[in-house]
């Protein structure tokens, strides 16, 4: 029997710190612990009662973690589940690879007869490399289909925060406001034949705060991150809200940090627009004729926020922006945009968890997003998990799935769904379960583009997106964010 299963979309980063897939899901080598992450299918018309999943090594990439995962629970005909990897991609080229995954496992025929097989499936996924100069404080990120260097003139802050008997504070929150890109660019291609050039201004952004956000935590962000330092040039104006460090548990103070930033680049890209980037509608206004190409684009951009930015909902963010092209025919073309471009990463959310329970049982919860067009997303079109926080202010992060699995009792239903068993968690460490617990959600879209799609189609979809974060951004002058919805369920001992 061949193997059963199917990889429809590309593997995408996370980073495991924060916890938060990196843009586009786009892997990017200076960031030194990441998870590969991808989901995969059951495209046989049988269940698969048990498997186990591996991938091996690679001159791409070294396994920091578990290599072979085994999964236990009935995956559906039709069903999608995640996996995981934790790898580093130190001394790897930028490039789009190819990942394989090896399989072995028993699936279960519809007369209730056991097959097993073995074999192996690919999925791909893009790295890039971001590096930063400190003495020209330009980040500079490279792609096959070229190099992209940005320097940030302004950008309004959050205030640094310090939690209680941490050594370390949580550096300011960037909102990028002005800031220069200069582009290239290896032709007409755009970067891997997929997202724009705006992506990449996104993934240096990303990396900005990553880098800041995780010397922070570790100590030592040259070697967690690759980059170290942060090249935001910032007056100090702490124009923005304050994420609280111990909202999210105390043992778990960066997530709401990285949430923030999470926020703040993701309004970022929404001002540059999904259908066409400044350097795609700078190329259109170019009229290019036959052989003639851009080999130096220079866009300088100013951004407008809201008053406040809550992932998910309706909010616009003003676009001021101007593009250069110098062409190897030698002309030089221009062109300059003022106007105001809609958040379209929207969702309506549904939540569905005990008020009480006892502390025998699992504690289950479950969310479902309805898209702009009434559909539920479904299956492999979510990236989420849970926040739970212990009485005593334990963290756990528990993946949210859609696959009909352990906690999720339908497959594809649009429920996603997680659970923690007390038990097994005071196997791990000590804490007081007794009381009342919270749980808060972050949600990001997966990238829906397939291979088959040509690039400037493939460019319009987006992944990584928030749809849901643990707070809400707002222009609040340093005052503490706002909390988004806050689960909360008591749990007795009888």
């Known amino acids: 029997m061949a193997v059963p299963f199917a990889v429809k979309k590309r593997a995408f980063a996370v ?76 001394g790897a080229s930028p490039g789009k690879k190819s990942l394989r995954i090896e399989f072995g496992g028993m699936s279960i025929g519809k007369d209730g007869k056991e097959t097993f097989w073995d074999g192996y499936t690919e999925a791909r996924y893009f790295l890039a490399s971001t590096t930063f100069d400190e003495t020209s404080r330009e980040y500079r990120c490279e792609v096959p289909e070229g190099s992209l260097v940005m320097i940030f003139e302004n950008s309004l802050q959050a205030p640094p925060t310090r939690p209680h008997g941490a050594e370390r504070e949580v550096p300011p929150i960037q909102f990028p406001q002005r800031f220069k890109a200069v582009l290239t660019p290896g032709g007409l291609a755009i970067p ?81 627009a999904d259908d066409a980037d400044p350097w ?40 001021r922006w101007t593009y250069e092209g110098e062409l190897n025919t030698g002309r030089v073309t221009a062109h300059a945009v003022d106007e105001i471009q809609p958040n379209v990463h929207l969702a309506q959310w549904e939540i569905d968890a005990p008020k009480e329970t006892l502390h025998s049982k699992p504690i289950i919860v479950s969310i479902r997003g309805t898209k702009a067009d009434g559909d539920f997303y479904r299956s492999d079109e979510l990236y989420a998990f849970a926040i739970y926080i212990s009485p005593d202010e334990h963290s756990f992060r528990v993946p949210l799935l859609d696959d009909g699995g352990r906690f999720d009792s339908v497959a594809s239903d649009g429920w996603f769904t997680g659970g923690i068993v007390i038990e097994e968690l005071l196997g791990r460490a000590p804490f007081n379960p007794i009381g009342e617990w919270r749980v808060q959600f972050v949600v990001q879209d997966v990238n829906g583009a397939t291979p088959d799609m040509p690039p400037k189609e493939a460019a319009q979809h987006i992944g990584g997106a928030l749809l849901m ?22 749990v007795k001992r009888f």
């Open 192 to 272: 891997f034949d997929d997202p724009w050039w705006k992506v990449v201004a996104w993934i240096i952004a990303a990396i900005a705060a990553l880098g800041a956000i995780v010397e922070a935590k570790e100590g030592n962000g040259a070697a967690v991150i690759g980059i170290g330092g942060h090249g935001h040039d910032n007056p100090v104006d702490y124009a923005w809200c304050v994420p609280d460090p111990t909202a999210l548990g105390k043992d778990n103070y960066m997530t709401p940090a990285g949430a923030l930033s999470a926020i703040a680049n993701g309004a970022m890209l929404v001002g540059l």
């Open 469 to 490: 974060a643990p707070i809400s951004a707002s222009q609040t002058n340093g005052a503490a964010c706002t909390a988004a919805e806050i689960i909360r369920i008591i």
């Open 15 to 90: 980073e495991p710190i924060t916890g938060l897939m990196l843009p586009d899901g786009i892997f990017d080598i200076a960031i030194r612990r990441q998870l590969i992450s991808v989901y995969i299918e059951n495209a046989s018309e049988y269940t698969i009662g048990r498997f186990w999943a591996r991938i091996p090594r690679s001159s791409d990439y070294t396994l920091t973690g578990q290599w072979q995962i085994d999964v236990s629970d009935d995956l559906a005909s039709g069903a999608s589940t995640l996996l995981q990897w934790e790898v580093t991609f130190r």
């Open 280 to 319: 795609e509608r700078g190329r259109i206004a170019a009229n290019l004729q036959p052989n003639e190409f851009p080999v130096t684009e220079r866009v300088s951009v100013e951004l407008q926020y809201p008053a406040e930015i809550r992932a998910g909902s309706p909010f616009d963010v003003g676009a």
